[in-house]
């Protein structure tokens, strides 16, 4: 099973950016679609984008498209994050994980499709 390690977390203004990495380990994380979801204080995980293995296929969650981009680098076994103009309510632990499938499908924002999970990474938002 894939082991992930998220990094990239932190304090920032309204309006900055944020670059977060996801490191994984122990798998084949180059044969498996790959996620970002998020989670504030009371609140459901939520999906935030998607993308799947060989054809790098993204999908976002509206509040975020236009302002982060997903990507990866199968040689590196890493997944990104860039976080742009960033709001309050953006605020969450940030979690990566990847799923037993290698396109993204349809219900990609329904974190229990996903198998293998990091540890997550704090972001915070100030206004």
């Known amino acids: 099973q894939v082991q992930l390690v998220e990094s990239g977390g932190g304090l920032v203004q309204a309006g900055g950016s944020l670059r977060l990495s996801c490191a994984a380990s122990?798998?084949?994380?180059?044969?498996?679609?790959a996620g970002w979801f998020r989670q504030a204080p009371g609140k459901e995980r939520e999906g935030v984008s998607c993308?799947?293995?060989?054809?790098?296929?993204?999908y976002y969650v509206n509040s975020v498209e236009g302002r982060f981009t997903i990507s990866r680098d199968n040689a590196k076994a890493t997944m990104y994050l860039q976080m742009n103009n960033l709001k309050p309510e953006d605020t969450a632990v940030y979690y990566c994980a990847t799923g037993p499938f290698g396109r993204c499908p349809s219900d990609w924002n329904n974190y229990h499709r996903f198998r293998s999970w990091g540890q997550g990474t704090q972001v915070t938002v100030s206004s």
């Open positions: 993308i799947s293995s060989f054809d790098g296929t993204t």
């Open positions: 122990g798998g084949t994380f180059v044969a498996y679609a």
